[in-house]
């Protein structure tokens, strides 16, 4: 069966830096778009980044342009997310998901709604704090 499993989650200090990590199984993985979203605490949950199957194009939430980098290892089936200049505000869970047909773009709308949990991992921890 489909399998996002989400790890490098951490403590980090204001202005560090993590690599989260989401192992795919369970579907042609090279086929897909792929994305990142997090539950900030007290917030819904948010879009923060999304890959083309290839590759080749990146998204990204305005607030974490320039600081995160969404990328992707085909041959590897996984998926990465580099933070860097970590802020109290990038706190929270972070999951991986997966579009829900090959080759099909999902909005970042719909891929941070309830009605996309069944194609989101369950999470990793980041917390950024002194």
């Known amino acids: 069966q489909v399998q996002l499993v989400e790890s490098g989650g951490d403590l980090v200090q204001p202005g560090g830096s993590l690599r989260l990590t989401c192992a795919a199984s369970?579907?042609?993985?090279?086929?897909?778009?792929m994305y990142w979203v997090r539950q900030v605490p007290g917030r819904e949950l948010e879009y923060v980044a999304y890959?083309?199957?290839?590759?080749?194009?990146?998204n990204y939430k305005m607030s974490v342009l320039g600081r995160f980098t969404i990328s992707r290892d085909n041959a590897r089936n996984t998926l990465y997310l580099q933070m860097s200049a970590l802020k109290s505000e990038d706190t929270g869970v972070y999951y991986c998901a997966k579009g829900r047909e090959p080759y099909s773009f999902i909005s970042i709308d719909e891929i941070a709604s309830p009605a996309a949990a069944d194609l989101r991992g369950q999470g990793t921890q980041v917390t950024v704090s002194t």
């Open positions: 369970g579907f042609a993985f090279k086929e897909y778009w």
């Open positions: 890959i083309t199957p290839s590759g080749t194009r990146t």
